[in-house]
């Protein structure tokens, strides 16, 4: 049997999720979680073989997930479920050490089939991404994208300063920094175009 273990922060959904994999003969799901943190804890202590996880959740993102799971070694394969049909979130999640990279619209049959191919050490990507992902590479920091994605959700540079212990002139640096990379005109079109592209 392969362990599968949930993650998914709406309930239909990770219900849905659970049912549809329950009428698999070889999967077994072995535990459900509602955010990133949550599932995390799951997963060290039951040690599923797989993570099926979306990206977005509370606490923690599907890919922060698969990044710690890799930092604690733990041996569970990780595939990401998302809506997200966006190069640089397959890109992000692929260097966070996930095996798989699927659409929420994907024929219910790849689900399955993506966790037996993770299972045997294989990768599983959908194939319209996978062809994307020759697109140019993400050109933002990870402090870039941090002190961008605060500024897109409208905090002031001295907020932003403040949530990230820094000076306001080197929030000011970063975000010019980034507009300038992503050849925006300000702080709002930069988050646009970033999120646009999966880089925030």
Do not use: C
Request: aromatic share 4%; charged share 30%.
């Amino acid at each position: 049997m392969i362990r599968v273990l949930l993650a998914e922060d709406q309930s239909m959904v990770l219900g849905a999720l659970a049912a549809l994999l329950g009428l698999e003969p070889d999967i077994e799901v072995v535990g459900r979680a509602r955010d990133g943190k949550e599932a995390l804890d799951l997963a060290l202590a039951t040690r599923p073989d797989v993570v099926l996880t979306d990206i977005e959740m509370p606490r923690m993102t599907g890919l922060e997930l698969a990044a710690e799971l890799r930092r604690q070694s733990s041996p569970a394969r990780v595939v990401i479920l998302t809506t997200f049909a966006r190069t640089g979130y397959l890109r992000r999640a692929l260097d966070a050490g996930a095996a798989g990279y699927l659409l929420k619209d994907s024929p219910s049959e790849k689900l399955a089939d993506a966790i037996r191919r993770v299972q045997a050490g294989l990768k599983a990507i959908d194939p319209e991404l996978a062809a994307e992902a020759w697109s140019p590479p993400d050109p933002l920091t990870d402090r870039e994208r941090q002190v961008l994605r605060l500024a897109g959700e409208g905090l002031s540079t001295a907020r932003i300063a403040t949530d990230l212990h820094l000076s306001e002139g080197t929030v000011r640096n970063y975000l010019s920094e980034a507009i300038s990379k992503l050849g925006a005109e300000n702080r709002v079109e930069a988050a646009r175009i970033a999120r646009e592209k999966g880089w925030l």
